[in-house]
């Protein structure tokens, strides 16, 4: 199993332009999350979803979308980036909810916005 | 408002040596505890998780204690190796509410030769 894989590793986008992160895991896990971790801070929720065509907001959801068509995949969208988007962005899964089962992280975008 | 406080910010100690990594929270009500270890541009892996009920997990080297009652933890790594370079990630779950997962801010851990 390759576990999460996320895509690109690094990107460094202009201020408006917009980008998709891509998630995906083979672990047939039902949940699925997006964090964003800034230097020298905890990761912040930004969107999660319990399920295929199911998505709810997190902490920070504010200037992102997600979508969840198939189990595996689950892509973050950034519309009309902005410097504040700026930070490592890691997508995770797990089989049941988090607070019960662990989370298994992917290895990360790092995203500039400049 | 939930929070999960970690001391020291770093540390940096030689091969072979001990530490305790700590861990202070406020998360009500408290469901459980877990540290995950991520080490450097890669994803945070899960180390230990602890319930209410559980006050020491080991795993290897790494031995997580709690006290519910402080609301305290610590990660206590023995004979440290250079490949326990890495940040360590205290995570403490609640059992209600949508954001469920309050995440530290890490200790970053430096072992030198």
């Known amino acids: 199993n390759a576990g999460v894989t996320q895509t690109p590793k690094f990107r460094i986008l202009k201020i408006g332009q917009s980008m998709t992160l891509q998630c995906a895991q083979d672990?047939?896990?039902?949940?699925m999350y997006w964090y964003r971790q800034d230097p020298g801070m905890g990761l912040k929720l930004i969107y999660y979803s319990v399920g295929a065509g199911i998505t709810d907001k997190g902490e920070v959801p504010n200037g992102y979308n997600v979508s969840r068509s198939t189990t595996e995949d689950f892509p973050l969208r950034l519309e009309l980036a902005a410097p504040s988007q700026t930070s490592v962005y890691f997508c995770?899964?797990?089989?049941?909810?988090?607070?019960?089962?662990?989370?298994?992280f992917g290895p990360g975008t790092r995203l500039t916005v400049l | 408002k939930n929070q999960v406080e970690q001391s020291p910010q770093s540390l940096i100690i030689l091969e072979g040596k001990n530490c305790t990594l700590q861990c202070n929270y406020t998360v009500s009500p408290f469901s459980n505890l877990r540290w995950y270890k991520q080490d450097t541009g890669r994803g945070p892996v899960s180390l230990t998780i602890?319930?209410?009920?559980?006050n020491t997990k080991s795993n290897g080297r790494y031995t997580a204690t709690l006290d519910a009652d402080t609301k305290q933890s610590s990660l206590h790594i023995t004979a440290s190796q250079l490949s326990d370079s890495a940040s360590y990630i205290c995570v403490v779950s609640s059992h209600t509410g949508r954001r469920a997962l309050t995440f530290g801010s890490g200790t970053r851990l430096q072992v030198q030769p």
């Open positions: 672990m047939n896990h039902n949940y």
């Open positions: 995770a899964s797990s089989y049941r909810d988090p607070r019960v089962d662990t989370q298994y």
């Open positions: 602890m319930t209410f009920s559980e």
